[in-house]
C-alpha cells in the first residue's frame, strides 16, 4: 500500500492546505445533500476512483495491524454501521493522521496517538484498553 499512497499525495508537500482537502479530492469524505426537510449523506461520485479505492484498502488492512483501527472499526460496527461505511469512516480519520506524518516528515507511529485518546478521554480509549486487555 506505500506506493499507492505515495502516489496518492505525491512529494510536494504543499499540494494540500489541509488533511480535509485530501479527504474530500479522494472521495473519502462523505456528501451531504439537503431539499427542503430532507436530508441525506453519500458518498462522493466525482473522485479520482482508484485513489478512493486505495484510501479504503488501506483502512481496510490497518484493521488487522493497528489497535486504536480495530477498536474504531468494531465501534462502527456496533453501533450499527455496514462495513464499508464502517472502512470509509476509518480511512476519514487515517487520512488526518497520514497527512500529519506526511507533513512534519516523521514515520507513523501509533503510541502518541494512543496517548492522545487517552489524555482527551476518548471513550475510544475504554475500548481499546479493554481489547488490550482481552489479548
Known sequence: MAPRLLAALG????????AEE???YSGIAPVTERSGKKKWVHFRWACPKFLRQSFHEWAEHSIAQSLWARAYYQQLRDRGKEHHAAVRALAFKSIRIVFRCWQDRTAYDENPYLAALAKRGSPLASVFAAAAMSM
Open 11 to 18: 512529494s510536494q508537500r504543499d499540494r494540500y492546505a489541509s
Open 22 to 24: 485530501v479527504q474530500k
